[in-house]
């Protein structure tokens, strides 16, 4: 019985320290219609290019993301998640895909041995909005601060 108390708290323990690592942070009052997880006080930049909008989220060297918003110029995101997976793999140094889901996909790219880097891309469609997410375009990131950034906006 004392065991399987003990992993009951051990389980919620380590939950509650995962769902705490990130926030809900409204992005409405950078002019984006979406929630996405963010740690606490997050610098945003955000550059209105006219017929798109480029916001960064930043916190530290482990949390940035890029979102690019634009008119949606089709609501398939298979295909618009097909066309970034091929524009990703013809990159020079693109490696392998190391997950894949209905809206996006996190991958690897390899230098060499020693200078490895991942990224994710990921495609919603909010009304006539797409946004398109990825890394910030500055940084070296790691397999798992990627997954964490790719799992915050998902």
């Not at 290019?49 to 530290?60: R, S």
């Not at 797409?130 to 998902?154: C, H, N, P, W």
Request: proline share 1%; charged share 30%.
């Amino acid at each position: 019985m004392k065991k399987i108390l003990w992993v009951i708290t051990m389980t919620l323990i380590l939950s509650c320290s995962q769902e705490s690592k990130f926030q809900d942070y409204d992005l409405m009052k950078h002019g984006l219609a979406i929630k996405i997880k963010a740690p606490a006080e997050p610098e945003v930049k955000v550059t209105d290019m006219g017929i798109a909008k480029d916001v960064t989220v930043k916190k530290g060297d482990e949390y940035n993301i890029q979102i690019i918003s634009s008119a949606a110029t089709t609501y398939d995101i298979a295909k618009i998640i097909e066309e970034k997976k091929k524009e990703v793999q013809e990159g020079v140094y693109f490696s392998q895909i190391i997950q894949e889901d209905d809206n996006g996909f996190v991958f690897e790219k390899k230098v060499n041995e020693d200078n490895v880097n991942y990224d994710f891309r990921v495609v919603k469609i909010v009304g006539d909005v797409e946004y398109d997410f990825q890394t910030g375009l500055m940084g070296k990131f790691s397999k798992s601060d990627v997954i964490d950034m790719y799992d915050a906006v998902r």
